[in-house]
């Protein structure tokens, strides 16, 4: 973000009175005004009207575009493929000419005109958070989709009128303007883009914190109890606030869609919007029991708890990415890939947070924080590509890897979230370790927003390096040169003992020799009736012996198979033993002897040191929020 909405708004004034003695050597902004209305929801068309207003210089043609991608996001997305019906007209209502010149520009033959318009219309009939949706019961949009800039104007504010059905209210973070009904105001467009819309007939839960207003706005219904969402993500604005100690926006807004299907949500200045099952929002008793044989990259098991997680990592987000800003990351460049190596820390230090949020908040116990955190690393040691990929190439390649996962992606990379969530827990502890707990991580985050955010700069990965020393009190070059820059197998060990833990990797021995398992190495889903590969694990047996992502898998040992079936049966196997699998490939029935492979490992647990130190216990406290 260029202007800060809420800091500089004093700051925004005094420049404008100060520099209106040159203001006619320099073009003031035109006045922008969208209409967005939506008189056909059925139909999934928004109707868009930019009108442009110059007091004076206006050029002879003028473009406008449409965003390729919305931050937070890291995907060029295309949005202007989902434009239509385009037209300009001037202030009378004659058309102007106007041609396309590439994908997102539309360049509009003015003639000079002081005033004039466009119009156009977009389909919108994807929900999720970086998307839009209009239908008979919802609109919600994100305006990089909708909205198009001005070139060169980016920094121009501009007003959105809503014209929604009767019936339906109007959510934004973007300040109504007085007196208007369903009309706001954004500074400029890095702000504009940064405030998704809801118009439906949502519910609404309220709380302040601070004085500070803050709403949940719910579309959809579903089986939450509404006096425990507030209260509990009361306590995570709470608790994240008292983190990084002030509270940088005037009110704040969570959107949140229900749906059987719905997931994710994307972080905004002072919004953000949420996607969750609607009938996941009970506890789940007994979930995440041990699995014998656990998939690298998720939990697929959603419930309250991961709800509260989610609005933990979007809520830090208003600091860690929206103010705290990698060097990339705004203003922005719309038209294109903005590159930062810096997701790990964006994203994954975000997620750090979430999970230690919920532990400090009280709203999760020490044992499941310590579980999840057990389950993460565990997640990460089983996907080979973390010897492939670095955290900060896991960051830069974002646009073409991270968000375009195929079967190779769990040989081939690292999650920057799993890996940098991790790697906030690693940097945490040495943190602690070093300053003997008078420092931590919360004291690097905080530096970065009074030294960066609030002095308008983005920071860069050695700024960032060299906040996390300062916070220890001596180099981390080897620790960011390994584990940051490298593709070094993490210290866990070396880092848990800062509080009197290790990592138990669950390996179980009988008369001093570890008990060895089966294993394939194939990542396997039920498809229908089918049996399908999802993916081939590098340097696993599956692997080395032939078993292709893709290959379905009819019988094992000329028996038919489901997942469940495979699974047990491959149970009852010892490391040596020879399956036989019938596979088709394609359209060819084959078959393949594959001899399976051993391993000793078990479900990952982090557990005490013995006979750990008064110092080891005090870290332990501060790190978890446990009182003396
Ligand atoms: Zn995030």
Redesign the pocket.
């Known amino acids: 973000m260029h202007k800060r909405p809420l800091f500089r708004g004093v700051l925004l004034t005094l420049l404008l009175l100060t520099s209106s003695a040159f203001a006619a050597a320099q073009t003031p902004a035109p006045e922008i005004l969208f209409t967005v209305a939506m008189s056909r929801p059925h139909t999934h068309l928004f109707d868009v009207e930019v009108a442009i207003k110059r007091q004076a210089n206006a050029p002879p043609q003028e473009q406008l575009m449409m965003p390729v991608w919305t931050p ?1 996001s890291y995907l060029v997305r295309e949005f202007e493929r989902h434009v239509q019906d385009f037209n300009a007209t001037d202030a009378a209502g004659r058309p102007l000419k106007w041609e396309k010149t590439n994908k997102n520009t539309w360049r509009v033959i003015t003639n000079g005109a002081r005033e004039w318009r466009a119009t156009y219309r977009v389909y919108a009939n994807e929900l999720s958070v970086r998307t839009s949706e209009l239908n008979s019961s919802h609109a919600f949009w994100n305006n990089a989709n909708l909205l198009m800039y001005l070139d060169g104007q980016l920094k121009a504010p501009s007003t959105v009128h809503v014209l929604a059905p009767d019936v339906w209210k109007v959510a934004t973070g973007l300040p109504g303007v007085p007196g208007q009904r369903n009309t706001f105001r954004a500074e400029n467009f890095d702000i504009l883009y940064d405030s998704p819309f809801e118009a439906s007939n949502f519910k609404t839960l309220v709380f302040n914190v601070k004085g500070v207003p803050h709403r949940i706005v719910i579309d959809g219904e579903g089986n939450y109890d509404p006096e425990r969402m507030r209260t509990d993500v009361q306590r995570i604005v709470e608790t994240e606030v008292e983190l990084m100690g002030e509270i940088p926006y005037r009110d704040y807004t969570f959107i949140l869609h229900l749906r059987q299907n719905a997931g994710g ?1 994307l ?1 905004h200045l002072n919004s953000a919007s949420l996607g969750y099952p609607r009938f996941d929002l009970r506890t789940r008793p007994g979930k995440r029991t041990t699995s014998a044989a656990p998939i690298a990259t998720d939990d697929s098991e959603s419930d309250y708890r991961g709800f509260l997680s989610l609005v933990s ?2 809520f830090f ?1 208003l600091w860690n ?1 929206k103010r705290i800003r990698p060097d990339a990351l705004g203003p922005f460049d719309y038209t294109q890939e903005n590159y930062t190596k810096l997701l790990w820390v ?2 994954g230090i ?2 750090y947070y979430a999970e230690v949020t919920l532990r400090r908040a009280g709203l999760i116990s020490e044992e499941d924080y310590l579980d999840a955190a057990a389950r993460a690393i565990q997640g990460l040691q089983n996907t080979p590509g973390r010897l492939v990929q670095s955290a900060e190439e896991s960051s830069f390649d974002s646009w073409i890897k991270y968000y375009r996962q195929d079967e190779n992606s769990i040989n081939s990379q690292v999650s920057y ?1 799993d890996k940098g969530a991790l790697l906030g827990m690693l940097l945490d502890l040495q943190i602690r370790q070093r300053s003997s707990n008078r420092k931590s991580l919360d004291d690097v985050m905080r530096f970065l927003y009074t030294e960066f955010f609030k002095k308008n700069r983005n920071y860069t990965p050695a700024d960032f390096q060299k906040a996390a020393e300062l916070m220890a009190g001596s180099s981390l070059e080897e620790f960011f040169t390994r584990y940051v820059r490298g593709k070094d197998e993490l210290d866990y060990n070396g880092a848990l003992a800062a509080v009197g833990l290790k990592l138990d990797t669950g390996v179980t021995t009988v008369d001093g020799k570890p008990v060895e398992r089966a294993i394939l190495g194939a990542d396997l889903e039920q498809d229908q009736d089918r049996l399908m590969v999802r993916s081939v694990r590098a340097g696993s047996p599956a692997y080395e012996q032939g078993l292709n992502a893709g290959d379905q898998i009819v019988a094992i040992d000329n028996v038919r198979v489901t997942r469940d079936f495979f699974i047990a049966r491959l149970g009852e196997k010892k490391p040596g033993d020879l399956i036989n699998l019938t596979i088709f490939r394609f359209d060819d029935l084959s078959t393949l002897l594959i001899k399976l492979g051993a391993r000793t490992e078990g479900t990952y647990k982090l557990v005490p040191l013995p006979n750990q130190t008064e110092a080891q216990k005090q870290i332990y406290r501060a790190w978890l929020g446990l009182r003396a």
Request: hydrophobic share 15%; charged share 35%; glycine share 16%.
């Open positions: 937070g949500g972080e990592h979007e987000h990415v964006a994203e975000t997620d979230y």
